[in-house]
């Protein structure tokens, strides 16, 4: 055999399953080491070298819960290198993720090529690991929802000028560097742990709270920018528990009109929506019966300013609150506002259709909420990381709901009661002590042929199909937990026609489990652990969106990315009471980073569109450095890796030899170096780019 690099090094939980056999007997700090330990080792070294490409074999050491007395180890592992390496049959050496990549690349051997990833995740026959992909919807929204206001915090604070005596959005990025431990927005950690992750988010967003109040502040004043200093010529409040409907500044009474500025962290023009609690004269320690709804368009990476007042009592043209309800009277219900167009029946509440007068996609589609009892089995339950359901049919809610519509120049809403509890998701009951674990299906009548998509990490989009993976031969029995997949962005469904997409809030699981259906785990409220290390169930509520929407074939692209955009990076709103002749005599009501009438193409952002996706957006897009920073003069433009904590010109790329027929895969387009005169940034789909720029 050829010499073998054995690598005891990495937290890889697989592992365990192969070292027990050998290093269960070295716990004691002085144990004897045998020679069956070191006949074991070898062995198990050969037995993985023969399904091992090359002659360099990893082997992981850690585990959770194990390993804990590292002097031990570290003086056993020592003393086994040792005589393991004595007969000169296998090489074992301390290693590196680095020394070992170098290792397999100098051996120039050809690799398969792997385009898609390894969910889902089983380990054993009833444990597949796609219960956390939803574990904790509320902690994953919360994490989703400062994520967002993260980003935009950091913009305004860069516009307005960064003041080292100020709060800033430091501490925020702590916490939710910490939240993205592969315990915590995953949902598998014990409640006071989940509460300690939340209250350092809860403490870092106070003080980028403060930091936007204070960037808000200098923005909109007449002041240069990066000269306001310590004082805030205006105090702004933000809303960041609208989630429940609380919003003290929109519902105090005030003789002055509310201002109500709103940024926009895209780099393009964006007309949305806002709605606000409305203050119409009651207590505000009550909860809001009323939102004001109303339309505003914010320039990219800029401002923009409203002003609401409570219109004068003669002039008033209803006096009548609920003059929006619709009572329902046909048989069908038609809402929508605009284009696209959703048809209800009034005898069962539920939808029936979905059409776009535009394109003239028309595709009968219902959707209902039903839930999954937890499998309790001791051998393997439900729990935080585990899902297993204890059929593979789901209870469905109700076969026919309550349904009120309401109706306004800009929205139109429907709002359904299927139970007591879905509502608004939770608390969901288990009197009866069974777990259970909540869905929302759409079922349409398309041919979709076990097909379905699923966003990898918010970027490109890989093809899953039901009971089928693409490098083995898949045998499934756990049909429903076997075909979960994460979603960060969305999933959609196609046939031959049309396309169906659905977009999410937050991390969630789902799956297309039946031709012309897709299923999204909302909740999970369970009663017992799985043995995965957590050690006690979960038990949440929460409420939450998510958002649907037909295109024809194709076209639904554009759609998934920039609406995937403004659900990540929602508008930032902060409010305060003024005259409006005094606010527009001393104060910007609205401005950009970018020059006038400057924006980045639609397919720029955090993230881009992948190759053949889209005709018109996934090609090379160009950004115009010098129009993003108006008013600041760029010295140098810098690139650097990914991380930004190396240059890209003193980076060495490994190369690889890809196993195939000869031909070379279509190698994907990426954008030139940028000239340092002209400052244009030129991007690939599918690109991220990194630069460091200096300003005069």
Same mark, same amino acid.
Request: glycine share 8%; hydrophobic share 35%; aromatic share 10%.
């Given at each position: 055999?050829?010499?073998?690099?054995?690598?005891?090094?990495?937290?890889?939980?697989?592992?365990?399953?192969?070292?027990?056999?050998?290093?269960?007997?070295?716990?004691?700090?002085?144990?004897?080491?045998?020679?069956?330990?070191?006949?074991?080792?070898?062995?198990?070294?050969?037995?993985?070298?023969?399904?091992?490409?090359?002659?360099?074999?990893?082997?992981?050491?850690?585990?959770?819960?194990?390993?804990?007395?590292?002097?031990?180890?570290?003086?056993?592992?020592?003393?086994?290198?040792?005589?393991?390496?004595?007969?000169?049959?296998?090489?074992?050496?301390?290693?590196?993720?680095?020394?070992?990549?170098?290792?397999?690349?100098?051996?120039?051997?050809?690799?398969?090529?792997?385009?898609?990833?390894?969910?889902?995740?089983?380990?054993?026959?009833?444990?597949?690991?796609?219960?956390?992909?939803?574990?904790?919807?509320?902690?994953?929204?919360?994490?989703?929802?400062?994520?967002?206001?993260?980003?935009?915090?950091?913009?305004?604070?860069?516009?307005?000028?960064?003041?080292?005596?100020?709060?800033?959005?430091?501490?925020?990025?702590?916490?939710?560097?910490?939240?993205?431990?592969?315990?915590?927005?995953?949902?598998?950690?014990?409640?006071?742990?989940?509460?300690?992750?939340?209250?350092?988010?809860?403490?870092?967003?106070?003080?980028?709270?403060?930091?936007?109040?204070?960037?808000?502040?200098?923005?909109?004043?007449?002041?240069?920018?990066?000269?306001?200093?310590?004082?805030?010529?205006?105090?702004?409040?933000?809303?960041?528990?609208?989630?429940?409907?609380?919003?003290?500044?929109?519902?105090?009474?005030?003789?002055?009109?509310?201002?109500?500025?709103?940024?926009?962290?895209?780099?393009?023009?964006?007309?949305?929506?806002?709605?606000?609690?409305?203050?119409?004269?009651?207590?505000?320690?009550?909860?809001?019966?009323?939102?004001?709804?109303?339309?505003?368009?914010?320039?990219?990476?800029?401002?923009?300013?409203?002003?609401?007042?409570?219109?004068?009592?003669?002039?008033?043209?209803?006096?009548?609150?609920?003059?929006?309800?619709?009572?329902?009277?046909?048989?069908?219900?038609?809402?929508?506002?605009?284009?696209?167009?959703?048809?209800?029946?009034?005898?069962?509440?539920?939808?029936?259709?979905?059409?776009?007068?535009?394109?003239?996609?028309?595709?009968?589609?219902?959707?209902?909420?039903?839930?999954?009892?937890?499998?309790?089995?001791?051998?393997?339950?439900?729990?935080?990381?585990?899902?297993?359901?204890?059929?593979?049919?789901?209870?469905?809610?109700?076969?026919?709901?309550?349904?009120?519509?309401?109706?306004?120049?800009?929205?139109?809403?429907?709002?359904?009661?299927?139970?007591?509890?879905?509502?608004?998701?939770?608390?969901?009951?288990?009197?009866?002590?069974?777990?259970?674990?909540?869905?929302?299906?759409?079922?349409?009548?398309?041919?979709?042929?076990?097909?379905?998509?699923?966003? +990898?990490?918010?970027?490109?989009?890989?093809?899953?199909?039901?009971?089928?993976?693409?490098?083995?031969?898949?045998?499934?029995?756990?049909?429903?937990?076997?075909?979960?997949?994460?979603?960060?962005?969305?999933?959609?469904?196609?046939?031959?026609?049309?396309?169906?997409?659905?977009?999410?809030?937050?991390?969630?699981?789902?799956?297309?489990?039946?031709?012309?259906?897709?299923?999204?785990?909302?909740?999970?409220?369970?009663?017992?652990?799985?043995?995965?290390?957590?050690?006690?169930?979960?038990?949440?509520?929460?409420?939450?969106?998510?958002?649907?929407?037909?295109?024809?074939?194709?076209?639904?692209?554009?759609?998934?990315?920039?609406?995937?955009?403004?659900?990540?990076?929602?508008?930032?709103?902060?409010?305060?009471?003024?005259?409006?002749?005094?606010?527009?005599?001393?104060?910007?009501?609205?401005?950009?980073?970018?020059?006038?009438?400057?924006?980045?193409?639609?397919?720029?952002?955090?993230?881009?569109?992948?190759?053949?996706?889209?005709?018109?957006?996934?090609?090379?897009?160009?950004?115009?450095?010098?129009?993003?920073?108006?008013?600041?003069?760029?010295?140098?433009?810098?690139?650097?890796?990914?991380?930004?904590?190396?240059?890209?010109?003193?980076?060495?790329?490994? +190369?690889?030899?890809?196993?195939?027929?000869?031909?070379?895969?279509?190698?994907?387009?990426?954008?030139?170096?940028?000239?340092?005169?002209?400052?244009?940034?030129?991007?690939?789909?599918?690109?991220?780019?990194?630069?460091?720029?200096?300003?005069?």
């Amino acid at each position: 055999m050829h010499s073998q690099s054995i690598m005891p090094h990495l937290k890889v939980s697989i592992l365990k399953l192969v070292m027990k056999t050998f290093l269960s007997r070295m716990i004691l700090l002085f144990s004897t080491i045998t020679s069956i330990n070191v006949k074991d080792f070898v062995d198990a070294a050969k037995a993985q070298a023969n399904v091992t490409r090359t002659n360099h074999i990893m082997w992981t050491m850690g585990d959770d819960f194990q390993y804990q007395f590292a002097e031990s180890w570290f003086r056993q592992m020592d003393k086994f290198i040792k005589y393991v390496n004595k007969d000169g049959e296998i090489n074992a050496l301390y290693s590196t993720p680095s020394i070992y990549t170098d290792a397999k690349n100098a051996a120039n051997g050809s690799w398969p090529l792997k385009t898609d990833d390894y969910f889902p995740y089983a380990d054993g026959d009833n444990a597949y690991w796609t219960g956390y992909f939803t574990s904790r919807p509320g902690f994953k929204r919360f994490v989703r929802q400062l994520s967002g206001y993260y980003l935009a915090a950091r913009q305004v604070e860069f516009l307005a000028g960064k003041n080292k005596t100020l709060p800033n959005t430091s501490k925020l990025g702590d916490a939710l560097g910490v939240a993205q431990h592969h315990d915590a927005v995953s949902g598998t950690a014990k409640q006071h742990t989940t509460n300690d992750y939340a209250k350092r988010l809860a403490i870092g967003a106070t003080e980028a709270e403060a930091t936007v109040s204070s960037a808000f502040s200098c923005l909109v004043s007449n002041k240069i920018k990066g000269q306001c200093g310590g004082s805030q010529d205006t105090t702004f409040s933000q809303c960041q528990l609208l989630n429940i409907s609380y919003c003290p500044s929109t519902e105090a009474g005030s003789s002055k009109p509310l201002v109500v500025v709103v940024y926009n962290p895209l780099g393009w023009n964006r007309t949305d929506i806002i709605r606000i609690p409305a203050y119409t004269g009651q207590s505000s320690n009550q909860i809001p019966q009323n939102w004001l709804v109303f339309q505003v368009t914010v320039p990219p990476l800029g401002w923009a300013t409203y002003f609401i007042s409570k219109e004068p009592k003669t002039e008033r043209t209803h006096s009548d609150n609920n003059s929006l309800k619709d009572t329902a009277v046909d048989e069908v219900v038609e809402i929508g506002p605009g284009n696209l167009k959703m048809l209800f029946s009034s005898a069962s509440g539920q939808l029936t259709r979905m059409f776009n007068k535009v394109t003239g996609v028309d595709t009968p589609i219902q959707q209902s909420y039903l839930w999954y009892a937890s499998s309790t089995d001791s051998q393997q339950s439900s729990g935080a990381y585990i899902f297993r359901p204890d059929s593979n049919t789901p209870t469905i809610v109700a076969q026919s709901v309550h349904l009120d519509v309401f109706r306004g120049p800009l929205v139109h809403e429907v709002h359904q009661q299927f139970s007591p509890w879905i509502y608004q998701i939770g608390p969901i009951p288990t009197d009866d002590n069974i777990g259970k674990e909540v869905i929302t299906k759409m079922t349409t009548n398309m041919v979709t042929n076990k097909t379905s998509y699923t966003d +990898s990490n918010g970027r490109d989009f890989l093809k899953r199909v039901y009971d089928q993976r693409n490098d083995w031969n898949l045998s499934v029995n756990q049909p429903i937990a076997g075909n979960y997949y994460p979603l960060n962005l969305g999933t959609f469904i196609t046939d031959s026609k049309s396309e169906l997409s659905v977009l999410v809030d937050r991390a969630t699981g789902g799956a297309s489990i039946n031709d012309g259906e897709i299923e999204l785990m909302l909740h999970r409220r369970i009663l017992q652990d799985d043995g995965r290390g957590v050690g006690e169930p979960l038990d949440e509520q929460v409420r939450g969106n998510y958002y649907v929407n037909i295109n024809k074939l194709g076209g639904g692209a554009t759609w998934r990315r920039t609406t995937g955009q403004e659900i990540y990076s929602p508008l930032l709103l902060a409010f305060t009471h003024e005259d409006e002749k005094t606010w527009k005599a001393s104060h910007s009501t609205s401005g950009t980073m970018m020059e006038t009438g400057y924006s980045l193409p639609l397919n720029v952002a955090l993230i881009t569109l992948e190759v053949g996706e889209d005709a018109a957006y996934s090609t090379v897009a160009k950004v115009e450095l010098k129009k993003m920073f108006t008013g600041k003069e760029i010295k140098e433009v810098k690139e650097m890796s990914l991380s930004a904590n190396q240059e890209k010109s003193g980076m060495k790329r490994l +190369s690889w030899k890809v196993e195939g027929d000869g031909v070379d895969e279509t190698a994907p387009v990426r954008g030139g170096a940028v000239d340092a005169l002209i400052q244009v940034v030129e991007l690939g789909p599918m690109e991220i780019r990194t630069f460091v720029l200096t300003f005069s």
